[in-house]
């Protein structure tokens, strides 16, 4: 089965500083990958995917990431970061061979004045 | 409804009684997930119902946990004999069909067992 290692529980920086919130995937097939976000009190939503085609996938609110299958990896950028962003941000895999999904373990940031 | 929805919002519970969670998913969304979050972690899957296949119980934490779902709607989450462990926020998503799909998340229904 699939799985997601997200490398930082915590991610402290300050406003309108550049972000990356890193992600690695393992699996034996292709896969779907996605990126959400939870902020406080609130329910968990879509932030982007990638499903196939360009690497570079731009989601909401200014956030990108690139899909790199040499590196396994998926990870979150953002060039400037406000307060608001701040939320916990999960990253998930998805693979061809089945419809369930994986979430990493989460990676809080936390965007300081 | 346009979303989600969960039931109850909040449940307290002494250690060893049966509990109940239940989920309305998104009409149409054949796709249905269970998760649970623990006080400051991660999304940990419980199960996964897609259509009329046998679902994917491979993470559920122990034989105390089972759930239903009735054709493509509603889902029941069943915990027996409640442990303090058990105490976290119960999350239903649900999707069409395929692994493409964004998820839709409810807002959860939070367990405290004393």
């Known amino acids: 089965a699939q799985s997601v290692t997200q490398l930082d529980s915590q991610v402290p920086v300050f406003e309108e500083a550049p972000v990356e919130l890193r992600c690695n995937y393992s699996?034996?097939?292709?896969?779907?990958l996605f990126w959400y976000v939870q902020y406080p009190n609130q329910g968990l939503q879509l932030l982007l995917k990638?499903?196939?085609?360009?690497?570079l996938v731009k989601g909401i609110n200014g956030f990108e990431a690139e899909f790199n299958k040499s590196q396994t990896s998926f990870h979150l950028r953002k060039p400037s970061v406000h307060i608001s962003d701040t939320a916990e941000y999960f990253c998930?895999?998805?693979?061809?061979?089945?419809?369930?999904?994986?979430f990493g373990a989460g990676t809080r940031l936390t965007v300081k004045p | 409804g346009a979303g989600v929805s969960q039931s109850p919002s909040n449940k307290v519970t002494e250690k060893g009684k049966d509990v109940e969670l239940r989920c309305d998913p998104i009409?149409?969304?054949?796709?249905l997930y269970w998760y649970r979050q623990r006080l400051g972690q991660g999304l940990e899957f419980l199960i996964y119902?897609?259509?009329?296949?046998?679902?994917?119980k491979s993470g559920l934490p122990s034989d105390r946990f089972s759930a239903e779902r009735t054709g493509e709607s509603v889902s029941t989450l069943t915990i027996q004999r409640t442990q303090q462990e058990d105490s976290a926020v119960y999350l239903c998503?649900?999707?069409?069909?395929?692994?493409?799909?964004?998820?839709?998340f409810g807002p959860g229904t939070r367990l405290l067992v004393l």
């Open positions: 119902f897609q259509g009329n296949s046998a679902p994917d």
């Open positions: 990638y499903l196939s085609g360009s690497t």
């Open positions: 699996s034996s097939v292709s896969v779907y």
């Open positions: 998503a649900s999707s069409l069909s395929t692994a493409q799909e964004t998820q839709y």
């Open positions: 009409s149409g969304h054949t796709a």
């Open positions: 998930a895999v998805s693979d061809l061979n089945n419809n369930d999904m994986r």
